[in-house]
């Protein structure tokens, strides 16, 4: 009399041989169906080449270049300065320079990281469309601000302040 352990490793040994023909079968079939195609691969997908070098794309890149020649400039002024000074005063005006050299240097560094944004946008062939409707950004609006990644309507709503609602 076979015990029960005996019939559960049968049953799997069973289960493990119908995947192991089944696998087989598709392989088969598979092997088949290349020999009649004489293909291996899917059929190559033409892919529409992007326009590397737009007026658009160099005019981001010299904007890039110029705030990058700036942010150099900042940076060489800041080492410049000295540290410590004979008086109070001297230093607090000092203290209120590097203040004023320091926000420069973010802002300059944040407008990189924007052109850096909408370089990537043109590379993929969305610069000049808004990035909440979809529509496409004036042209008056990208040559004041070649970084817009909204149009007029949608970057007021992006500032707008939220009002409270206050219930009473």
Same mark, same amino acid.
């Given at each position: 009399?076979?015990?029960?352990?005996?019939?559960?490793?049968?049953?799997?040994?069973?289960?493990?041989?119908?995947?192991?023909?089944?696998?087989?079968?598709?392989?088969?079939?598979?092997?088949?169906?290349?020999?009649? /195609? %004489?293909?291996? @691969?899917?059929?190559?997908?033409?892919?529409?080449?992007?326009?590397?070098? &737009?007026? =658009? !794309? #160099?005019?981001?890149?010299?904007?890039?270049?110029?705030?990058?020649?700036?942010?150099?400039?900042?940076?060489?002024?800041?080492?410049?300065?000295?540290? /410590? %000074?004979?008086? @109070?005063?001297?230093?607090?005006?000092?203290?209120?320079?590097?203040?004023? &050299?320091? =926000? !420069? #240097?973010?802002?300059?560094?944040?407008?990189?990281?924007?052109?850096?944004?909408?370089?990537?946008?043109?590379?993929?062939?969305?610069?000049?469309?808004?990035?909440?409707?979809?529509?496409?950004?004036?042209?008056?609006?990208?040559?004041?601000?070649?970084?817009?990644?909204?149009?007029?309507?949608?970057?007021?709503?992006?500032?707008?302040?939220?009002?409270?609602?206050?219930?009473?």
């Amino acid at each position: 009399m076979p015990k029960n352990g005996d019939l559960q490793k049968k049953s799997v040994s069973k289960t493990i041989a119908r995947g192991v023909a089944s696998a087989a079968k598709t392989a088969k079939k598979s092997a088949k169906a290349v020999l009649m /195609t %004489g293909r291996t @691969m899917s059929p190559p997908v033409e892919i529409e080449p992007r326009v590397i070098d &737009s007026p =658009a !794309l #160099r005019a981001l890149r010299k904007e890039r270049r110029r705030l990058t020649e700036e942010l150099k400039c900042q940076e060489l002024l800041a080492q410049d300065r000295p540290t /410590t %000074g004979n008086h @109070m005063a001297d230093d607090a005006s000092e203290v209120e320079a590097q203040a004023k &050299s320091l =926000a !420069l #240097r973010r802002h300059l560094e944040g407008m990189i990281k924007e052109i850096d944004r909408a370089i990537a946008r043109a590379e993929k062939g969305t610069y000049g469309v808004c990035e909440r409707c979809r529509r496409p950004i004036p042209e008056e609006r990208l040559k004041v601000m070649p970084s817009a990644a909204f149009c007029i309507e949608c970057a007021k709503l992006q500032t707008r302040p939220m009002k409270v609602v206050t219930v009473a």
